[in-house]
């Protein structure tokens, strides 16, 4: 209901209570069912003109306006309190299809399960099994690290062999006929053959190895589940995809897949198992829990999965602290000084496994006297010959000039995202993902044209006399060491690494050459770093020429449009690097040229701008700030530089934002993907969620759980339901009931209800008469009974595909099974999230995006209190002491300590409250009413009076709660 309409009825100002009061079953429900069911989406909207979002956008002063005042697009008569709402239909037609497009994905609960067994085996971990984790962290990060090194070390070796080929032989080709179509011929043999190997990846085998994979990844660390992202089959497939679509001569790059890789490396190991190899070999492939086994969550599966993905860039640019910090900038949602220290040990080792290895395949027997730390991946020479402390520096009035360039840069993003979006429109429309024969001929088609452009370009390209012998005795300083980065072993029949002679007459080069026939890597070197050994005094004559950057920046720019989004395994890092350095280093060569015309004889640094160029153009798609600047500084070596990249980059960045989302925030937008933002990030998402109550969109008909049911009951929930938790309470029939506050026992999650059925857990036979049966949790005394019912609990690495395995699970249910009962108490979260009904939507945005919340129930307006802690009640210091007054009166006092082994621990207290009675409800149980005895989930078989020490631990947590000694309860 607009705002106008509310004024004229009377009903209230804006922004009370009710307002905007919304309907029981919930109103992302209401409003998706409403539009669904009337096709309108004008009762979502501010009734205003439905042309003046599009004039006002139109307007350059009202932009300026917008970015100064942020609601100046509304209506004088609209009130504050309403500002962030949908302006007109068109709007709201636009947010209500991309809420259709979530209802695709689903979310992921990073909230570990505290049930009564897993804190009955936390209790009874001794000091030895967490040291034994703590390693274990620190060793599964040395290992993503150097298996990424390995991987990478692989696929350098792998393209400098097919590279070397392939131009090898086109280039001699042209030595020894001269002509065009049979060298033409044989690059497109190349490059078309392995487009299609890599389509036929994506279109057949696995479509998550398409592109680089950072929007998915983006959207896992958020908290959507993305069935088969990490997967050992998207794992071999992007693998070899990555290989085959360098080959095959696109614009592309390993930095984005590498990023994916690394991410399954490190959500694999932090699993220690595979679902794949399990179902290859008919039994499960997993680790015991003492070999590494510690990590089998989704909040510890996230954190691997984040330091994998550092690992990954870090491999790709042997950059450890721009890698990591991309990681963190660009991917992880949940951030930890403890990500960040592990993650630093992978980055290190990734690029020391690397370089290592590389040293070894040139010089396996003097691997201790090989100089490190001198070569980098996109450095054409090594540090002690292009003396960078000489060719890196500034002047303070070029500061400007490099804020412009970042502005420029950041134009340069946002045109390509936009463009970008209007391919991938097209692309839906006739090249749609069911149609895999026309994705395979769309990525050879562009191989084609790739290709093709390419080798016309070096084919017009201009015939220029070589260098001097002095000249070229600096040009040529970078020797084999340097192939396995370059990719290539680009030395041309005439002897020379980079004049090749091509068509040219003998003492000729062509100019073009140089750049369009070589991997794209190479060329990304050249642009770099050409001419930087030239000693002082000496003039650069065969530099790289304007009209070379411009037509390289003006024929990959597109090529990188489209290559973005198709069936291939394409990473768009070096791409978009190689063009912001080629205009650059052009806007070096102007500068130069004004400085000389204006009379000035200062040196200027041809490549610092060709460093601020490539950094302003990356972080203008991207739109990272900090890894940007590390990972162009590590790179290149040009630590001179770090305050022009800065400055720069940020110009990028705030250019970009002013004027569109970035490149990967666009992805997820188009997918649909219902990813939270950080907190505040977004002035209008702040606006928005300030102005509304959680109760305002909350749901408040719940289908509930009861704790113990009939199986067939709970069976027929789940197939009646696509819910992914449950909440388990005594009064079903309340929750349902809109608006009827009910008590809340504890959570469940589908993919865990399905593990209990498969495993036969918690299910007993029970005639629903008289008091249940205390064996009906099938409750265990040992740690290690403990460890193998929760190990059956795991979803990693072994998952249960929800609307998959289900059928399976649910079928292989006898007749006598479904009858039986099942006890949902000890495997329920005991503590799910809660938030107060009147609190603002901004507090519950906060507490899903921190905790990484699937689901999050709300309390009463007045909720009841039993206590408060604070900063120092928690602190480890008081708990630690609160532990040992425990220990003290629980087992020591009471004697029950005397003859327990090193492994008895204080006895768990379960809940005791809400086990008393069960009411009908929709799940079909019988009124029941009991005294249903606590369940003992914590105490020691070993204690010589288990009793005695429930009795006294239960003392001394009563006091802790009530102040005063209390009366325990009847065991």
Same mark, same amino acid.
């Given at each position: 209901m607009s705002y106008s309409r509310l004024k004229e009825e009377g009903q209230g100002q804006a922004g009370s209570g009710d307002v905007l009061r919304i309907a029981s079953q919930g109103a992302l429900r209401q409003n998706l069912e409403s539009y669904q069911t009337h096709h309108t989406a004008s009762n979502f909207a501010i009734e205003m003109d439905k042309n003046l979002k599009r004039k006002r956008r139109a307007s350059l002063q009202d932009f300026a306006d917008k970015i100064k005042l942020g609601h100046e697009n509304y209506s004088p008569n609209v009130p504050a309190s309403v500002h962030g709402a949908p302006q007109n239909e068109e709007d709201s037609r636009e947010i209500l299809e991309l809420l259709n497009r979530m209802s695709a994905f689903e979310g992921q609960d990073f909230d570990k399960n505290e049930n009564d067994v897993s804190r009955a085996a936390q209790l009874n971990r001794d000091e030895l099994d967490y040291a034994n984790e703590e390693a274990w962290k620190w060793i599964l990060a040395f290992l993503v690290g150097a298996i990424m090194g390995v991987l990478m070390f692989i696929v350098d070796i792998t393209l400098?062999?097919?590279?070397? %080929?392939?131009?090898?032989?086109?280039?001699?080709?042209?030595?020894?006929? $001269? $002509?065009?179509?049979?060298?033409?011929?044989?690059?497109?043999?190349?490059?078309?053959?392995?487009?299609?190997?890599?389509?036929?990846?994506?279109?057949?085998?696995?479509?998550?190895?398409? $592109?680089?994979?950072? /929007?998915?990844?983006?959207?896992?660390?958020?908290g959507i589940h993305l069935r088969g992202f990490l997967s050992l089959r998207t794992f071999v497939c992007k693998f070899i995809g990555v290989i085959t679509c360098i080959a095959a001569g696109l614009v592309s790059s390993k930095g984005g897949p590498f990023v994916h890789l690394g991410s399954i490396v490190g959500g694999g190991l932090s699993g220690m198992g595979s679902s794949t190899l399990s179902q290859l070999f008919g039994r499960p492939i997993k680790a015991p829990r003492r070999y590494g086994g510690y990590f089998r969550n989704d909040a510890d599966h996230r954190d691997y999965v984040s330091i994998g993905a550092a690992a990954g860039i870090t491999s790709s640019f042997s950059a450890p602290l721009g890698g990591l910090l991309l990681a963190v900038e660009e991917h992880s949602s949940f951030y930890t000084t403890n990500i960040f220290w592990r993650g630093f040990v992978s980055t290190c080792t990734a690029v020391t496994v690397l370089h290592v290895l590389a040293q070894l395949r040139l010089h396996p027997g003097a691997i201790f006297e090989s100089k490190f730390g001198i070569r980098r991946d996109y450095g054409l020479y090594d540090d002690n010959k292009a003396l960078y402390g000489k060719v890196y520096f500034y002047y303070l009035w070029e500061l400007p000039i490099y804020a412009a360039m970042g502005v420029f840069g950041g134009c340069m993003g946002v045109l390509f995202i936009k463009l970008n979006i209007v391919v991938s429109r097209l692309r839906g429309r006739f090249v749609p993902v069911m149609k895999r024969g026309r994705r395979i001929a769309e990525v050879v088609t562009i191989a084609w044209v790739t290709s093709t452009v390419f080798f016309l370009a070096c084919w017009v390209g201009e015939c220029k006399p070589l260098p001097s012998a002095r000249h070229l005795s600096f040009y040529e300083m970078d020797g084999d060491e340097q192939d396995i980065y370059a990719g290539v072993d680009s030395v041309d029949p005439s002897g020379l690494k980079h004049f090749p002679r091509l068509w040219c007459a003998p003492d000729h080069y062509n100019e073009n050459g140089r750049l369009f026939l070589n991997p794209l890597v190479q060329a990304l070197r050249t642009i770099y770093?050409?001419?930087?050994?030239? /000693?002082?005094? %000496? &003039?650069?004559?065969?530099? %790289?020429?304007?009209?070379?950057?411009?037509?390289?920046?003006?024929?990959?720019? /597109?090529?990188?449009?489209?290559?973005?989004?198709?069936?291939?395994?394409?990473?768009?890092?070096? &791409?978009?690097?190689?063009?912001?350095?080629?205009?650059?280093?052009?806007?070096?060569?102007?500068?130069?040229?004004?400085?000389?015309?204006?009379?000035?004889?200062?040196?200027?640094?041809?490549?610092?701008?060709?460093?601020?160029?490539?950094?302003?153009?990356?972080?203008?798609?991207?739109?990272?700030?900090?890894?940007?600047?590390?990972?162009?500084?590590?790179?290149?070596?040009?630590?001179?530089?770090?305050?022009?990249?800065?400055?720069?980059?940020?110009?990028?960045?705030?250019?970009?934002?002013?004027l569109s989302l970035g490149f990967y925030e666009v992805q997820i937008k188009i997918r649909g993907a219902p990813t939270l933002l950080e907190p505040n990030l977004k002035a209008h998402q702040a606006m928005v969620s300030d102005k509304l109550h959680v109760h305002e969109v909350m749901t408040t008909q719940l289908l509930a759980l009861a704790p113990v049911g009939k199986v067939k009951d709970l069976v027929d929930v789940l197939q009646r339901c696509k819910h992914q938790a449950f909440p388990v309470t005594p009064d079903v029939s309340g929750a349902w009931q809109s608006g009827e506050a009910f008590p809340l026992h504890g959570m469940l999650r589908r993919t865990l209800l399905l593990r209990l059925l498969k495993h036969r857990i918690g299910i007993f036979a029970w005639d629903g008469r008289g008091p249940i049966p205390l064996s009906s949790a099938q409750v265990v005394h040992d740690q290690q009974q403990r460890w193998e019912v929760l190990e059956k609990l795991e979803q990693i690495p072994l998952k249960i595909r929800a609307y998959v395995d289900q059928e399976q699970i649910i079928k292989d249910l006898t007749a006598e099974d479904m009858e039986m009962h099942i006890d949902l108490r000890p495997y329920m979260q005991r503590v799910p999230f809660l938030v107060h009904a009147n609190a603002s939507l901004s507090r519950a945005y906060r507490l899903f995006r921190t905790m990484g919340l699937h689901t999050l129930y709300v309390g009463q307006a007045k909720p009841l209190v039993m $206590?408060?802690?604070?900063?120092?009640?928690i602190i480890e210091e008081n708990a630690e002491l609160v532990l040992g007054k425990k220990a003290h009166e629980g087992l020591m006092l009471e004697g029950a300590l005397a003859n327990s082994p090193r492994h008895a621990a204080v006895p768990f207290i379960p809940e005791t409250s809400g086990y008393a009675e069960y009411t009908s409800s929709p799940l079909g149980l019988d009124s029941i009413a009991e005294e249903a005895a606590p369940i003992e989930l914590g105490a020691s078989p070993h204690d010589a009076n288990p009793q005695v020490g429930l009795l006294s631990a239960a003392r001394t947590v009563m006091r802790t709660f009530s102040g005063k000694r209390a009366t325990a309860p009847t065991f």
């Open positions: 400098e062999g097919i590279n070397t %080929l392939k131009f090898g032989t086109v280039k001699r080709l042209i030595a020894s006929t $001269g $002509g065009f179509w049979a060298p033409y011929a044989v690059l497109l043999c190349f490059n078309m053959g392995f487009a299609a190997i890599t389509g036929y990846i994506v279109a057949f085998e696995a479509p998550f190895a398409a $592109g680089s994979g950072i /929007p998915e990844l983006k959207s896992y660390l958020n770093h050409f001419g930087e050994t030239l /000693p002082a005094g %000496l &003039p650069d004559s065969a530099g %790289l020429t304007w009209d070379l950057l411009a037509l390289w920046a003006m024929i990959v720019f /597109p090529l990188s449009i489209f290559s973005a989004g198709m069936a291939a395994t394409t990473g768009l890092f070096m &791409p978009w690097l190689s063009v912001g350095a080629a205009w650059g280093r052009l806007t070096g060569l102007v500068i130069t040229a004004l400085a000389k015309r204006m009379g000035s004889s200062l040196p200027i640094s041809l490549s610092a701008y060709t460093v601020i160029g490539a950094s302003a153009q990356l972080s203008g798609i991207t739109r990272n700030i900090l890894a940007m600047s590390v990972l162009t500084m590590e790179s290149t070596g040009s630590l001179q530089l770090i305050v022009p990249i800065m400055v720069a980059v940020f110009a990028a960045k705030m250019t970009g934002d002013a $206590g408060v802690i604070t900063r120092k009640d």
